[in-house]
């Protein structure tokens, strides 16, 4: 198996319809198929094979796939990286690997040609229309190299908030099946044309997005980055039918003034982070369209459970597993704990990772007996439905009683003022932590009223006694609030 050849199975039958488009920039299945081969053809000419590491660090344009396939077509592993990395950064991650390739966006030539001086890797830079010029010199390479089911595809370095970025090591089953079981329970087909909104350097966005759009032969039409008048403007002109978002975009469309009725999406789809239910309930009622939460990691390939459309979902809950895959909560034992216990989320199956680059012992801690060990903490209704309490280590000790952010979050997120909030604890001599809250609003409103506001629906010991507004809360270029860039100082108490 090589994920490379879901595209060629898919350009077969559908060579002259549009797999990515850009605006008025369009690329066809055959078109993306026959740059791919030229891109596999420059590769073998540069000396670039079977298991070498290539990086790629190219933002949501159409030359991403041509890269991305051409990479796994010779049998080489993709390390996608976040255009917006530093000189220091991408020093990092190319060290790390050991790639032989760093494959970048023109505009970034400058930081990537820095962060590459002292290692292994080779730069290229994509210029687009001298990139094609380019490859129509090089005759394609029509063989997909033969690779094993477990053979590494992609490389998902970690966004490095709970401190070293670890390299995920993804194999081209990992992300074949997750792909195609995406493209089955969203019931993708050739007239679907799905949002590619999510950035895709990360796994959400490459198996959600991109290889499920491929596997299914529908269109994915990209936005260089999110921004909601603009992808309310692309849906329309575009006729989305697909949009997979993480929260901050559905807030960000809810905040919208031009938003308005968006029922001719089929299919909307949360993950990346917990989607406040207030956030649920006031996007599905302007806008009338269901959105299907689900769950996943870079881990994972990424998703491992969600929810299923109609009767079968459970608005707050991140559903049920997907297909082939098991999940159950356990206590710190590892012994699975009862129906409505809290515990830690742990997954096994075909979309769990192969482990960590070069990292066995953090290998060997994560995944224990064939289970991934998530980190977040869940528990499990009498149903099957798993709901997401928090990540462990965001938990909050204040004075002996243990308070779960979310729970507080969820509370903020109720009152009509705030757009986003976020939850932390902070030290404090007599209690070991004190809870603060860190809140963006959408209209005025004093620290005392929405102090208030929370206290009066949760018990004593869990309302934030310190309350700072801010403009913007940081976000990971995936659109995680992250807590640990936030300013721990109080702002007014």
């Not at 190299?145 to 090591?169: F, L, M, Q």
Request: charged share 25%; glycine share 10%; net charge negative.
């Amino acid at each position: 198996m090589n994920l490379a050849d879901r595209l060629l199975t898919t350009a077969e039958r559908l060579g002259g319809r549009a797999v990515l488009t850009l605006d008025e920039a369009e690329l066809t299945y055959g078109g993306l198929e026959e740059l791919s081969a030229r891109l596999a053809g420059l590769l073998r000419c540069r000396g670039i094979g079977p298991g070498d590491r290539v990086a790629i660090m190219l933002p949501n344009v159409p030359e991403f796939g041509v890269v991305y396939y051409g990479v796994l077509r010779v049998g080489a592993v993709v390390v996608p990286l976040d255009p917006l990395l530093k000189r220091r950064e991408i020093a990092a991650y190319l060290g790390d690997c050991g790639a032989r390739l760093l494959i970048a966006w023109h505009a970034f030539a400058e930081t990537a040609e820095a962060g590459s001086a002292g290692t292994k890797a080779d730069c290229f830079f994509v210029v687009p229309e001298e990139f094609r010029r380019l490859l129509r010199q090089v005759a394609p390479d029509r063989d997909v190299a033969a690779t094993r089911d477990d053979d590494t595809a992609v490389i998902h370095y970690t966004s490095g908030t709970t401190g070293r970025p670890k390299g995920v090591e993804l194999s081209h089953a990992n992300l074949a099946v997750n792909a195609a079981t995406v493209a089955r329970m969203h019931a993708l087909g050739v007239d679907d044309v799905v949002l590619g909104a999510l950035p895709l350097y990360h796994t959400f966005g490459q198996t959600c997005a991109l290889n499920a759009t491929v596997q299914a032969g529908a269109r994915l039409t990209l936005l260089r980055r999110f921004e909601a008048g603009r992808a309310l403007e692309v849906i329309r002109r575009d006729g989305v039918t697909v949009f997979q978002g993480v929260p901050t975009m559905f807030i960000a469309l809810l905040d919208h003034p031009g938003a308005s009725d968006l029922s001719m999406l089929r299919v909307c789809a949360s993950g990346g982070a917990a989607l406040p239910l207030d956030v649920l309930r006031a996007y599905e009622t302007r806008f009338g369209c269901e959105i299907i939460e689900g769950y996943g990691l870079s881990e994972t390939s990424p998703v491992a459970a969600t929810n299923r459309a109609g009767h079968h979902r459970r608005p707050g809950s991140i559903g049920w597993p997907i297909r082939g895959v098991e999940m159950k909560i356990v206590d710190e034992d590892g012994a699975e704990v009862p129906p409505g216990e809290i515990g830690e989320v742990v997954v096994r199956g075909p979309n769990v990772m192969k482990g960590y680059w070069n990292d066995p012992s953090a290998t060997a801690e994560a995944v224990r007996d064939g289970w991934f060990h998530t980190g977040d903490l869940g528990r499990v209704d009498e149903d099957g439905y798993f709901f997401l309490v928090d990540r462990r280590r965001d938990v909050i000790i204040r004075g002996g009683y243990t308070v779960y952010p979310r729970e507080v979050e969820e509370v903020l997120y109720e009152h009509p003022a705030v757009r986003q909030a976020a939850v932390y604890g902070v030290p404090h001599p007599e209690l070991g932590e004190e809870i603060e809250a860190a809140v963006a609003l959408r209209a005025p409103v004093t620290r005392e009223d929405l102090r208030d506001f929370v206290k009066e629906r949760v018990a004593a010991y869990k309302y934030p006694r310190r309350l700072s507004f801010v403009d913007e809360l940081p976000l990971s270029p995936t659109g995680k609030i992250l807590k640990r860039a936030l300013t721990r100082t109080p702002s007014g108490g």
